[in-house]
């Protein structure tokens, strides 16, 4: 079972609909706002700015006013906006204060657009029904404006596709699935407020194009034919036009909108939203586990998430199935008292009594699990995908091809031309007053077409995501001493295939093809870019589909910073054990290119960006890596573990940050460095346990915009080396509950964050394929975020919203390194085992 699909029961579906039916005889919905701040009633919410656009990233679909309706966030962004589909750097709203009136039942929220001089007020009042949403302008319209500013409320479109629109009970249809609109162009007036030069550019290179509505009325319902998502908007006001954000962008949603009259201040839009009321409406409870099971003689947790008003069975069942399609009961267990967490209760199910191996279901409350294995193995086949297919897809420089299928042919041969001083970028790149390099802005720099990967979704060459790649893909060799060899790659033919095994470990052929960059730049320009390279067009960065395609010239980003420089020293001291008896002469390169790095940025260290000055943790963390791979790259060499030894106090006061990477120094250190570190460890644990319990999951909390499957990856790693270390301080249930939580025992739905990997897994991600709703096998997707104050989300069948979605080349390698924990940690007991029968 994956409960985030829109896979119904077909008798839940009749109970639903049932109950939908005679809610024409109750009293009708009335909302109220909770003490979080939101308005809601059973089975609706309603959410005005509890969340707000991105000062980065502009338009995420998760702001102003949000529906959520039986447990799916069915629509955002209701805020007065400028063009019928705004994308995502088009101007959006600045939020001024929002309030939340408990006695009036009232959520109110000043907007503004400065550069045009207009303000105004949301609000949205409960109502029978629903709620009435109206705007008031602080002064009417400047003429400038009319026609173009008008209140927009987008809805999701993995929801709404394939299903009905009704027009004013007149004008029937069916969204499309695929964008089918007629377009026109808009061009911009005389007064406008000039935009950031990329924002410029892209319209130009557009044409200044927008659509046409598929349709226009006084109301408009949406899935009529669907209990679970049918709503019904209608306006007092101007006429609601409904349009197909996907004609500009294929991550846009349906939009419905009304213009603002000219002349009209109070109620110059008045909407009346009704979502479609279930009367005693509950969740289904959500079984989430490992969907690539459990070891034999290790623990096996499932979490059940539950409605608040779900009258939870003590029991729940395990049942095994047999090779002619039956299941059949083999334990039957409590589960733990349901605890609140967010929105949701959880409850746990213990079945670590079961150890034969089998395929099994849990089956609990009428729902039932996807199928998963009991098996000494469960482990050993999770992370070859992400090595040999994703990382594969995601190299720069060569063409990568699987069987029949090519992947992309060879990108960015031009690379790379110098990017110009004083210069903003729209992925957060920046360059400084200076550009740290002897070549002009607009100059090409030879040498850079080599190695590397692209980073995510897109196709940028980020510094930091290469530095944490290679670092995990080497400390994942030297650790775990990988031997698989799928994967053929030929750097001077630029050639990558998979499936194709070439002699050498492929973890090996990804760490040369990382360094292969790294040392490019250093070459080019004597250090490391501050950022990467990256196309400067948002023509080129939204493009998706084979990088080949993509011709006009990246930039590289020069300036130099020390967090650069030390990022640098330490993913080619990290890469030189690795290369070494693989390619000795590259191997040298990097420790040599590692050492003159070390000893330039420890002589004349080059300026913190302003941006990172607050973070002197993050300084130390950086320094300290530096010193550590250098010392072991060189058998514990000096000046690098005197300087090891210089930051070892300061690790131990950051043991939550990077401290626990001083396990790895101290084997070349004295004795008594041993006994300061377990005294620092056996401090720490209490305080880890306490915050890991106060989460359903055991696990680090999402609690960012950004989900944190990579920030569980490199706990479950964290726990390894120590349990590895101290193995009477932690134990290795650990990292197993990290690899779980991956794995499928999350909150929201139960599908793998690893795309392909589990019986039922994230098949829509943010990648390079994701026009065409697809996924790269191996990649693993942020995760679940809370949309404030407490509802959390993972989409499962939608892919756009790069928060939940987006595949990093960092989370993988993470991954690579945290399976082989789990893994490892498997194999160890099972060889004590048959080591003590032998006995």
Known sequence: MVFGSRRIPLLMLLMMMTLSFAAFGAEPMMMKVTGSGYLRARGVSIMLYDDNYSPVFFDQKDAALQIILHGHRIATNGSVRLMPTPEQWDLIPHLDGRQADKVHNRLTANASYPGYGLSYQVVVSAEPGGVRVSVNMDKPLSQILVGRAGYNLEFLPSIYEDKSYVVDNKVFGILPRYP?????????KPGDPKQVWYVEQWHKATGYTQPLPLATGKSMTLAAEDPLDRISVTSDTGPLMLYDGRDLAQNGWYVLR???????????????????????????????????????????????ELDRHFDAPKTARLLRLSDDG????????????PTPWLRYDYAKFDFSLVRDPGLYAIEYAGERSDVFPIAKDVYSHTWQTTLDCFLAAQMDHVSVRDAYHIWHGVPFLNDAVQAPPNTVHFDGYRMGPNTDSPYKAGQHIPGLNVGGWFDAGDFDNDAYGQFATIENLSLAYTTFHM????????????????????????????????????????????????DGIQSPYLKEYTSVGDAASIKDDRWAWTTENSFTDYGGVAALAAAVPVLKGWNDPLAKECLDAAVKLWNRVKAHPAPVPRRFRGFARFQAAQDWMAALNLMIATNGGEPYKKRVEELFPTMLQQFRFQGWTAVRALPYLP?????????????????????????PFGVPPSRGSWGNSEQVANFGTEMYFLHEAFPNIVGPEYTLRAANYLLGTHPVSSESYVAGIGTASKLKTYSQNRGDHSYIPGGMIPGYIIIKPDFPECITDFGMLWFEDETTISAASSWVLEANAAETIVKQLEEAADSNAGN
């Open 326 to 337: 039956t299941f059949n009961e083999v334990f039957e267990g409590p589960i733990s008292k």
């Open 180 to 188: 089918e609109d007629r377009m026109t162009t808009v061009l911009p």
């Open 483 to 530: 031997k698989w060899d799928e994967l053929s790659v030929d750097e001077k033919s630029r050639k990558v295939v998979m499936h194709r095994p070439d002699g050498v470990p492929d973890v090996v052929e990804q760490v040369e093809h990382g360094v292969l960059q790294q040392l490019a730049q250093i070459h080019a320009v004597g250090h490391p870019f501050a």
């Open 671 to 695: 004795a008594d460095y041993r006994t300061r570190f377990e005294a620092a460890l056996k401090a720490y644990m209490p305080e880890l346990d306490r915050q890991l319990d106060a989460t």
């Open 258 to 304: 009304t213009l603002i009259p000219a002349g009209k201040t109070q109620d110059a839009v008045v909407w009346h939203i009704r979502p479609n009321y279930i009367p005693g409406w509950m969740r289904p409870p959500m079984i989430a586990h490992s969907q690539v099971g459990y070891a034999e003689d290790f623990p096996k947790v499932a979490v059940i």
